[in-house]
């Protein structure tokens, strides 16, 4: 009887966390799978110290380290402005029209259709919904702006 009530208890358990499974969002999954992991890797590494085979769980750590780097910099993020190393510069000077034109991919002169048109097909790409760029679909939206002179309307 005992095992059954233990068996039913361990079934409750699980049907809930599925359950909750099926209705977390993606990067909670993720981080779920990056922490499984990472306890994982960290209780193999502890039995093989325990084992008397120490370098390769040293080994074995040192490929976590860059799974230890990303949850580093998730917890502490940039300073808000801050270019990320590497990351696009920050621009925040009026943009030309030469400069726009590039940004859409347009010759000088193009139509307004034409600039609509481009805007719509670059913003599908990097829309931040989409899990885009902020920084880019805000670049388009001014290249844009600055091409039909909404700027000047507002």
Same mark, same amino acid.
């Given at each position: 009887?005992?095992? /059954?009530?233990?068996?039913?208890?361990? @079934? %409750?358990?699980?049907?809930?966390?599925? *359950?909750? %499974?099926?209705?977390?969002?993606?990067?909670?999954?993720?981080? @779920? @799978?990056?922490?499984?992991?990472?306890?994982?890797?960290?209780?193999?590494?502890?039995? /093989?110290?325990?084992?008397? *085979?120490?370098?390769? !769980?040293?080994? !074995?750590?040192?490929? %976590?380290?860059? $799974? $230890?780097? +990303? +949850?580093?910099?998730?917890?502490?993020?940039?300073?808000?402005?801050?270019?990320?190393p590497g990351g696009p510069?920050?621009?925040?000077? =009026?943009?030309?029209?030469?400069?726009?034109?590039?940004? $859409?991919?347009?010759?000088?002169?193009?139509?307004?259709?034409?600039?609509?048109?481009?805007?719509?097909? /670059?913003?599908?790409?990097?829309? =931040?919904?989409?899990?885009?760029?902020?920084?880019?679909?805000?670049?388009?939206? +001014?290249?844009?702006?600055?091409?039909?002179? $909404?700027?000047?309307?507002?």
């Amino acid at each position: 009887m005992l095992w /059954l009530i233990l068996g039913g208890a361990v @079934l %409750f358990v699980f049907l809930g966390g599925l *359950r909750a %499974f099926e209705r977390a969002s993606v990067p909670t999954i993720k981080s @779920l @799978l990056a922490w499984l992991a990472a306890l994982g890797g960290l209780s193999l590494a502890l039995m /093989l110290i325990l084992t008397g *085979r120490g370098g390769i !769980a040293i080994g !074995a750590l040192v490929m %976590f380290g860059p $799974l $230890l780097w +990303q +949850q580093w910099k998730g917890i502490h993020p940039p300073a808000p402005g801050a270019s990320p190393p590497g990351g696009p510069p920050r621009n925040t000077g =009026p943009m030309s029209r030469t400069e726009a034109y590039e940004i $859409l991919g347009l010759a000088p002169g193009a139509s307004e259709a034409d600039i609509r048109a481009a805007h719509r097909r /670059l913003m599908r790409g990097v829309h =931040p919904d989409s899990g885009g760029s902020d920084w880019l679909a805000t670049r388009i939206n +001014q290249a844009r702006d600055v091409l039909l002179g $909404l700027h000047n309307r507002r």
